[in-house]
């Protein structure tokens, strides 16, 4: 298995761009996350989602959006992209219930 | 907001000795979980611990869990030089299905 995959692992966008980030899991896990992690801290949860066709909103939801078409992917979606979102993004997936999360490379976003 | 503080900020050792981080957080909790994450890197799981659990134990590494106090702690020990990561609590709020993340402990392990 895999895993978690992230793609692409790095890029650079110019203010007002959009671009897609994608995030895959084999792990057959019904839960997915995005985090973004800024220097010095912890991580924060953007989006997230407990199962197929259904998303919901994190901690700092504001300038991204979701989709989970297909239970093995999450994408995370930039429509107009800004210096504030300079970050490293991670997805991650746990199966249904309490339990350990599994986190993809992470993605390292930079807006010029 | 973030629910857990960990602390210290940063801790510096030599190698094996053993390394205590602590995790405050504020409100119930389903589990307490630490994650490890090397410099660059993705966060690694170590240890999940639940609300009706006081202590546990794997490999070189124990947690304990107070929850009329709100507050967990992580013991490394005899540490390597390899141990040598931000390691960071997570809490899964009651009802949640979502982690709430820490600051993270910076260790490192002089050799």
């Known amino acids: 298995n895999a895993g978690v995959t992230q793609t692409p692992k790095f890029r650079v966008l110019k203010t007002g761009q959009s671009m897609t980030l994608l995030c895959a899991q084999d792990?057959?896990?019904?839960?997915m996350y995005w985090y973004r992690q800024d220097p010095g801290m912890g991580l924060r949860l953007i989006h997230y989602s407990v199962g197929e066709g259904t998303t919901a909103k994190g901690e700092v939801p504001d300038g991204y959006n979701v989709s989970r078409l297909k239970k093995q992917n999450f994408l995370l979606g930039l429509e107009s992209a800004a210096p504030s979102q300079t970050s490293v993004y991670f997805c991650a997936s746990s199966p249904a219930g309490s339990g350990a999360s599994l986190f993809g490379p992470g993605t390292r976003l930079t807006v010029l | 907001s973030q629910q857990g503080e960990e602390d210290p900020q940063a801790l510096s050792i030599q190698e094996g000795e053993n390394a205590t981080m602590n995790c405050s957080y504020k409100t119930s909790i389903n589990n307490l979980q630490w994650y490890r994450q090397n410099s660059g890197r993705g966060l690694v799981h170590l240890i999940l611990i639940r609300s009706n659990e006081r202590e546990k134990h794997s490999g070189r590494l124990r947690v304990t869990l107070d929850t009329s106090k709100k507050s967990s702690s992580l013991l490394i020990t005899a540490s390597r030089a390899a141990d040598t990561a931000s390691y960071f609590c997570?809490?899964?709020?009651?009802?949640?299905?979502?982690?709430?993340f820490g600051k993270g402990t910076k260790l490192s392990v002089i050799p």
């Open positions: 997570a809490t899964e709020g009651a009802g949640s299905y979502q982690l709430t």
């Open positions: 792990m057959n896990h019904e839960y």
